[in-house]
T-cell receptor, first 111, second 116 residues
Framework: GQNIDQPTEMTATEGAIVQINCTYQ??????LFWYQQHAGEAPTFLSY????GLEEKGRFSSFLSRSKGYSYLLLKELQMKDSASYLC????????????FGPGTRLSVLP | KAGVTQTPRYLIKTRGQQVTLSCSPI?????VSWYQQTPGQGLQFLFE???????NKGNFPGRFSGRQFSNSRSEMNVSTLELGDSALYLC???????????????FGPGTRLTVL
């Protein structure tokens, strides 16, 4: 089966750094994706990892360890507009190459 | 380039009725996937269409069905609506839906369905 876990909620202060963790157990693995979803809006793509290591994209970085079934999304220099839900998703070839999504982490950035 | 569009944006129906939702993918995208999003269950995969064929299906009852047209536009139908079908229905399109690679999905704004 497929199981993806993320913390439900996190709070951080403007200008700080926050790390959102994601652990997964899937029948297969063909990439891990992070999406951002503001309340009432559609998810938007943030980053993608298929090999172990860190991928950096401006203020956002994502890390993957396939052996541990673990990923994190690192957000630096937090801004108020970063308040949103962050969804971790695994592309699973055992699931028809489709995306299995985690429950999402709701991040609140406080002034 | 226009993004993924979904119509209608909001729907209110009563139990037992049926509903059809529409999704137009980004031009050139051939894969369309449908998801149901609820506060309790998160984003759950319904099905994926590629070149007018249903390629994958999630664990939803047969009341949920869909189809894709030759222009890649897709429709989703839910028959005999239940209260628990109240949710945000999202569709996402991708370039080719091929195995592997950075085949990112782009989401539409969703259709908010309320069943009374």
């Amino acid at each position: 089966g497929q199981n993806i876990d993320q913390p439900t909620e996190m709070t951080a202060t403007e200008g700080a750094i926050v790390q959102i963790n994601c652990t997964y157990q899937t029948s297969g693995f063909n990439g891990l994706f992070w999406y951002q979803q503001h309340a009432g809006e559609a998810p938007t793509f943030l980053s993608y990892n298929v090999l172990d290591g860190l991928e950096e994209k401006g203020r956002f970085s994502s890390f993957l360890s396939r052996s541990k079934g673990y990923s994190y999304l690192l957000l630096k220099e937090l801004q108020m507009k970063d308040s949103a839900s962050y969804l971790c998703a695994v592309r699973d070839p055992g699931y028809g190459q489709n995306f299995v999504f985690g429950p999402g982490t709701r991040l609140s950035v406080l002034p | 380039k226009a993004g993924v569009t979904q119509t209608p944006r909001y729907l209110i129906k009563t139990r037992g009725q049926q509903v059809t939702l529409s999704c137009s993918p980004i031009s050139g995208h051939r894969s369309v996937s449908w998801y149901q999003q609820t506060p309790g269950q998160g984003l759950q995969f319904l099905f994926e269409y590629f070149s007018e064929t249903q390629r994958n299906k999630g664990n939803f009852p047969g009341r949920f069905s869909g189809r894709q047209f030759s222009n890649s536009r897709s429709e989703m139908n839910v028959s005999t609506l239940e209260l628990g079908d109240s949710a945000l229905y999202l569709c996402a399109s991708s370039l080719a839906g091929l195995a592997g690679g950075v085949d990112t999905q782009y989401f539409g704004p969703g259709t908010r369905l309320t069943v009374l």
